[in-house]
């Protein structure tokens, strides 16, 4: 069974970083795509950015130029690197993983709170 565990949320002042860690049980190599999302309070979920086996990684408009998606597949595990937070960027975090059989895998959340 497939399972994400996401870590290194936590609270940080408006201008600070942080970087978010999904950890897949197993190859990445098993996924088509790799995927951020966020869901702040009393909002859906959203997109933040996608990463594919081929081709460029895609971000949400809110988040270009602070935020990046980056992979190690030795470690089967990629990041969320977060520069420049913003209150709103405030939520839970999700990672998420698609196979070729279209499955979507989901981790728990982590949550990040951007306030001063």
């Known amino acids: 069974q497939v399972q994400l565990v996401e870590s290194g949320g936590g609270w940080v002042q408006p201008g600070g970083s942080l970087r978010l860690s999904c950890v897949a049980s197993?190859?990445?190599?098993?996924?088509?795509?790799m995927a951020w999302y966020r869901q702040a309070p009393g909002e859906q979920r959203e997109l933040v950015g996608r990463?594919?086996?081929?081709?460029?990684?895609i971000y949400d408009d809110s988040v270009k130029g602070r935020f990046t998606i980056v992979r190690d597949n030795a470690k089967n595990t990629w990041y969320l690197q977060m520069n420049n937070l913003k209150p709103g960027d405030t939520g839970v975090y999700f990672c998420?993983?698609?196979?070729?059989?279209?499955?979507?895998?989901w981790g728990k959340g982590t949550l990040v709170t951007v306030s001063s």
């Open positions: 998420n993983a698609g196979d070729p059989s279209g499955r979507d895998y």
């Open positions: 990463i594919f086996r081929f081709g460029s990684p």
């Open positions: 197993v190859s990445m190599f098993s996924f088509n795509a």
